[in-house]
């Protein structure tokens, strides 16, 4: 059903290109939205495999540091072990 118009062609013409205008803009505007959602993504992405490098970097730390301890405290008893025996 075609609702009753009391514009003349002319008028609905520039309604409409109004409209498509206004369409246009909306549509550019949400591919700018998009295309900001895309970038924030990757950005999490890289962010997330930056965190992951730095927990393993962490991890192997940690691993080195209980290493060490150890090693210092064996080498420590060997030490002293040598030094109650005059060695």
């Known amino acids: 059903m075609i609702p009753q118009v009391s514009k003349s062609s002319a008028e609905i013409g520039n309604d409409i290109a109004e409209l498509e205008k206004q369409l246009t803009e909306a549509l ?4 700018q939205v998009e295309q900001a959602i895309l970038l924030l993504q990757r950005d999490i992405l890289d962010k997330q495999r930056a965190k992951k490098d ?34």
Request: charged letters at 25%.
């Open 28 to 31: 550019e505007s949400q591919h």
């Open 54 to 87: 730095l927990e393993i970097a962490n991890s192997k730390a940690t691993h080195l540091v209980r290493k060490l301890t150890i090693e210092t405290r064996l080498l420590r008893g060997a030490f002293w072990s040598c030094k109650n025996q005059g060695l």
